[in-house]
């Protein structure tokens, strides 16, 4: 009853020992090259490259960015080069990308950074772009959808990164999961124009105004009205950054406010960095950039903004926010989350950054 | 006869059962070659096994994954069993009408290098996100190289045993049942073997595009919602469900093929 031979026996047993031979081999080169990519100055410039992950496509969302960086703002600052890497509808998230060190900083939102800080994830929000929530559900004119009680029983296309703020939504509204059809969604909102879904996520600056453009006639609600009141575009680093790369955050915030100054002041240039420039291979419309680059300033820009300065804070906001992350689910508290610190050292030192 | 059966299964399930515990290896070595990915991303078998089996909260997650997995495994055995008909079919019908063969052959050699990822939206519009999308998805993953495999056993019909049924003025119908038939049989169970984790993937694939239900879109939502915990642990039972699908067909076909004699089948 020797079902399986000696030899056949024998010749299995080589081949497991040279496929764990080979990964004891894999595990030996992997430990050489087990850097931080937390920035290198063989540019010889003073903090060197740094990665910082985009949480969409390149549209005008990072006009800020792209004119810190075509204006030199990011180098006078110390930076040898700062690599925007686009996101997009199924991208790895900023945080998983802080934590595996492929990223120096991130835009990121509160309910996407707050379930990895429970995860156990060391970081914190450092600064946001956004001071109104830009997430809204777009629907067509002709069957609008005006409220988050009008999606039941509806189809609503929701991209994979958004899933999370989407159940936010709708459990701060008591809707239950069930009674919503979630559709997934790619970046292209075709889906909503051909009548395939009711409701589409996305950020009131942008699918309202391109879908309008190409002659769909459209409605939508924010869900900042609908109990979500939540930061948006936030700058997201490492605890490890915060403790010991305090100036080289300061000097990347100095930049990054520079830049979103320019931007705030400039919408037309903001858009055309985006189509001609950084977004290029995207093929972008100029106008429709444009309007999206003035919509955006509603969100950038706020009362207290004007005292305080862009991409601030004030502990009132962050408190709703953390209100807001409660009714979604997600307990954390203001220390955990947001470290506003650094930008307060930021403006203290450069009062006329403001 | 039992002896064969019994040495045929063993030969067949012993490297399968020793690539499984390497996949575990490999696995752990691979974390460890890359600490970079650390320990809230790149989570280890242990990690995994708590997870699911001895964490607090794993009769739930468990629960969550098994509900998901359900929903794939239908859509996967929809599309499977469309797909291995389907091939059937048309290389019986290829095998019949060699004129057949010749015009559509190179068709379907064609339509196999088109990419599903672009093929997919279209499907989805056509059959919509329901389950006839993801089965028509994964019936396409299945389909095109289990018809070029059976193609491949059909011809490989001994001349002289197709001659002597011609001979004995049998039909070409009569050919295809007593000879054609059974020795493709090796290749018929190797594509069914092959289309076992082909179906997955494409049951999978059409989850995250299309139905946005299953293991293939929780999988990919556990990404930006940081479960990376979740994740692993879906991974490694999409790979276990697989690997036992593949031994079972794998069981059955040494089963069969040990009627025709102990090397029935091997090269």
Not at chain 1, 233 to 240: A, I, K, S
Not at chain 2, 134 to 149: C, E, R, W
Request: with cysteine.
């Amino acid at each position: 009853m020797n079902s399986i031979d000696r030899r056949s026996f024998l010749r299995y047993s080589a081949l497991t020992g040279a496929a764990l031979g080979g990964a004891g081999l894999l595990a030996a080169c992997g430990g050489s090259s087990g850097s931080s990519s937390n920035g290198s100055t063989d540019d010889g410039s003073k903090y060197g490259k740094v990665a910082v992950q985009l949480s969409w496509l390149k549209n005008i969302e990072f006009a800020g960015e792209y004119f810190a960086d075509s204006k030199g703002y990011f180098k006078d600052a110390g930076f040898g080069a700062v690599d925007l890497i686009a996101g997009g509808a199924a991208s790895t998230s900023v945080e998983a990308g802080l934590d595996t060190g492929k990223v120096w900083i991130g835009l990121s939102a509160p309910q996407t950074t707050a379930p990895a800080i429970l995860e156990g994830l060391p970081a914190k929000i450092v600064g946001a772009t956004y001071q109104k929530n830009p997430f809204a559900i777009v629907s067509s004119a002709g069957k609008p959808i005006t409220s988050p009680a009008d999606m039941k029983g509806r189809k609503i296309g929701v991209q994979d990164t958004n899933q999370l703020i989407f159940s936010a939504l709708l459990a701060a509204n008591g809707i239950k999961p069930g009674e919503v059809t979630v559709v997934p969604a790619q970046f292209d909102p075709t889906p909503l124009a051909n009548g395939e879904v009711d409701g589409w996520v996305s950020y009131v600056t942008n699918e309202p105004i391109t879908l309008a453009a190409k002659g769909f006639a459209n409605s939508h609600f924010l869900f900042a009205d609908f109990g979500l009141p939540l930061v948006a575009e936030t700058l997201t680093v490492t605890q490890n950054t915060i403790d010991s790369e305090r100036d080289k955050l300061k000097a990347f915030l100095i930049a990054e406010i520079k830049g979103w100054k320019d931007a705030v002041a400039d919408p037309a240039e903001s858009a055309r960095l985006a189509v001609e420039v950084y977004g290029k291979d995207q093929k972008l419309e100029l106008g429709e950039q444009t309007k999206e680059a003035i919509a955006q300033n509603d969100l950038v820009v706020s009362a207290s903004t004007k005292t305080d300065g862009l991409l601030s804070m004030t502990d009132a906001l962050i408190e709703q926010n953390i209100a807001a992350l409660r009714t979604a689910k997600i307990d954390i508290k203001a220390e955990q989350l947001f470290d506003l610190s650094i930008l307060r050292e930021v403006y203290a030192e450069n009062p006329g950054l403001k | 006869m039992t002896t064969t059966v019994l040495r045929r299964i063993g030969r067949f399930l012993l490297p399968l059962a020793t690539s499984l515990i390497l996949l575990l290896v490999i696995w752990s070595l691979f974390l460890r070659a890359f600490p970079q990915i650390g320990p809230r991303v790149g989570k280890t078998p242990s990690d995994i096994w708590r997870y699911l089996v001895t964490a607090p909260g794993a009769a739930t997650a468990r629960q969550a994954i098994l509900d998901d997995l359900a929903i794939t495994l239908r859509d996967a055995t929809i599309g499977f069993t469309v797909g291995m008909l389907g091939a059937l079919a048309v290389a019986a019908l290829f095998v019949l009408f060699s004129a057949v063969q010749q015009t559509f052959m190179p068709v379907a050699m064609l339509l196999r290098s088109v990419p599903l990822v672009a093929l997919s939206p279209i499907v989805v519009l056509v059959f919509g996100r329901g389950t006839a999308g993801v089965a028509v998805l994964t019936a396409i993953v299945v389909f095109f190289p289990a018809l070029v495999m059976i193609m491949t056993g059909l011809r490989e019909a001994p001349r002289q045993a197709m001659e002597l049924v011609t001979a004995y003025g049998g039909t070409r119908w009569t050919r295809l049942r007593m000879v054609a038939v059974p020795a493709a049989l090796p290749s018929v169970f190797a594509a069914a073997r092959v289309s076992v984790p082909g179906a997955l993937i494409g049951a999978l694939l059409g989850e995250w595009l299309g139905s946005g239900t299953g293991l293939g879109a929780s999988l990919v939502r556990a990404i930006p919602m940081f479960q990376y915990n979740r994740l692993w642990a879906s991974i490694v039972v999409v790979t276990v469900v697989s690997v036992l699908l593949y031994a079972i067909v794998g069981v059955i076909e040494n089963l069969v093929l040990a009627r025709f004699g102990p090397s029935a089948g091997k090269a």
